[in-house]
């Protein structure tokens, strides 16, 4: 036997390269080919979702500010027993913190102070000014003097739940608790809880939007797999027709429509079906919110429902109906069990669209149909409490993230499907 024909003879390329080095160095190559396809999308998806995620989470703990601003305060806050009012040493330190940190720093902590206890910001503004007069002690003295807010006990108890750099306390505040100056937790005063009523109605009106989309989007769906092609494509211009059509254009046509002097309640009364005294009040309420809400959100719920029946063939009804099967049986159990994964990509879409929805309530709800989405924006647009508001955007986060983890495990997101 010849030496290239030898069993422990290595085996070669053709321009003389072991064979395993060169399968090595091929599959590296397309291993860093793989990683750089996937590295443009792998970061687009860190800096769009990730990073807004991850600060999210950061700002609804962070209270780092205040700890900046008033150091010498909290680092002897924890001697203070918060049953009387604190001695010389506390207001020396607050005297000293207030004097020695920037005006931009102090205003920026004063609207945090102020969301736990008001009155905190006009106190510190009024203070801040006075405080350049005074060279000297004893500060309890003079700053009592200086406004007699000092010598409320309450102010000093309120620093009791900022005096961490980290805090839970906006999570506590998202549904009408707090922390009291001993870090134990209570209610909110009575003319302070909003939020578990709003986080109630919240969810009742996105499943009533949700359950009423259902309703309606079956029937249309169904209609739309059964027609001859060119009546089906006609009808589904329909559907589509709203996303040509700006969501705000679509919203004030419903205003117009749904006010007492509006097009529904001038029908209502020309048919005699209404008193003219007698008009439904339909605008800026809870009614308006569901009505409005449906009408946009009902495209969501068509569209999956539609591309699985089209899918499912007539004959599975023809047979069930040849065997025995009533059209109404054989509809029921075998046509509809078909389209359980478009009723549920349906569902899940339209509920999670709504459960987070702004600007039709802010537009039509009026004070009744405020949801938990026109609360966040109000707090990062009006009340600037950006703390406060990442702590409801995370529950609302963690509520859908809970609510897609149950409808895989009822029903399955493998048989979920968008056509």
Known sequence: MSDATAPNQPLMTSDGRLLKDALQQSLRRSKLKALGLISIPFLFLVIVFAMPVFNLLVKSVDDNL???????????????????????????AMFLDLTGAEGIQIG???TRMNYDKSKWKSLIKKSARKFKNIESGPYKEVMIKTDKKWGDITFWQSLGSMKDP??????????????????????????RRIYKMLWGRTLLVSLIVTVLCLILAYPVSHLLATLPLRYSNLLMICVLMPFWTSLLVRIVAWMIMLQQNGVVNDALVHNGLLDDENRLAMMYNFTGTIIVMTQILLPFMILPIYSVMRTISPNYMKAAQNLGAS????????????TVPGVGAGVILVF?????????????????????????????K???????????GVMLLAGILILYWCYDKIVGIDNMRMG
Do not use: C
């Open 382 to 392: 009006s009340s600037l409490n950006w703390g406060l508001a990442s702590a409801m």
């Open 166 to 191: 980290y805090t839970f306390g906006y999570y506590l505040n998202a549904v009408d608790l707090r922390y009291n100056h001993d870090k134990s937790v209570t209610a909110q005063p009575e003319n």
């Open 66 to 92: 205040i700890n900046e601003v008033l150091p010498r305060t909290f680092a002897i806050y924890e001697d203070w027993d918060g049953t009387e009012l604190p001695g010389e040493a506390h207001y020396e």
């Open 352 to 380: 999670i669209v709504a459960i987070g929805y702004y600007i039709t309530p802010e537009l039509v709800g009026g004070k009744d149909g405020q949801l938990i989405g026109n609360q966040i924006a109000y707090h990062l």
């Open 108 to 110: 920026k902590a004063s």
């Open 327 to 338: 059209p109404a049986l054989a509809f029921l159990k075998v046509y509809m069990p078909l």
